[in-house]
Antibody, heavy 120, light 113 residues
């Protein structure tokens, strides 16, 4: 079955760069049509899509954060990495990685999420 | 960006009664190549990630009970729970996947009256 798990620091300081890793199983990011996305959710707030990487290394980013985001395939073939530069307290959120469905850019399997707090 | 607006923000319904949640997009999400609406619904329970319920506005994901249904087209969509069960208490989000950025609604909190 498909599983995903996010890992990375739980606390970062303002201006630092956040690096999160999504480790997945049950599918291959080399298979046509497959993608992995990142979505975040500030405490008590709504979901915000951040980035998506496809099997062919095509990438999509949220325009509002594009200059700060980088999504890449990891060194292990079952990992995807998201970096967010210049972190600010407003970036405090639970960050989720998720599997893109085969029919479009929506998400059918999600990790449990990792809460990242930005504080001095 | 396509703005997704849900209504109401919160809703309290008695067990066994119907719950209706609305989602409006700022522009049409009808995908002309297949005549389907690129609109999904998710359910999120406290402390859990979202769960995909509905895609193409009205297609239930595998395992989703048939008391949960989606409808609508163009810019106006509805999620209906025909007979509310205790396990349906959650926050519900719509999402458009027609164009980037893939935006979500602000969420509707569904509670038991």
């Amino acid at each position: 079955q498909i599983t995903l798990k996010e890992s990375g620091p739980t606390l970062v300081k303002p201006t630092q760069t956040l690096t999160l890793t999504c480790t997945f199983s049950g599918f291959s990011l080399s298979t046509s049509g497959v993608g992995v996305g990142w979505i975040r959710q500030p405490p008590g707030e709504a979901l915000e899509w951040l980035a998506l990487i496809f099997w062919d290394d095509d990438k999509r980013y949220s325009p509002s954060l594009k200059n700060r985001l980088t999504i890449t395939k990891g060194t292990s073939k079952n990992q995807v990495v998201l970096t967010v530069t210049n972190m600010d307290p407003v970036d405090t959120a639970t960050y989720y990685c998720a599997h893109r469905t085969s029919i479009g850019n929506l998400f059918d399997y999600w990790g449990q999420g990792t809460l990242v707090t930005v504080s001095p | 960006d396509i703005v997704m607006t849900q209504s109401p923000d919160s809703l309290a319904v008695s067990l066994g009664e119907r719950a209706t949640i609305n989602c409006k997009s700022s522009q049409s999400v009808l995908y002309s190549s297949n005549n389907k609406n690129s609109l999904a619904w998710y359910q999120q329970k406290p402390g859990q990630p979202p769960k995909l319920l509905i895609y193409w506005a009205s297609t239930r994901e595998s395992g989703v009970p048939d008391r949960i249904s989606g409808s609508g087209s163009g810019t106006d969509f509805t999620l209906t729970i025909s007979s509310l069960q205790a396990e349906d208490v959650a926050v519900y989000y719509c999402q458009q996947y027609y164009s980037t950025p893939y935006t979500f609604g602000q969420g509707t909190k569904l509670e038991i009256k």
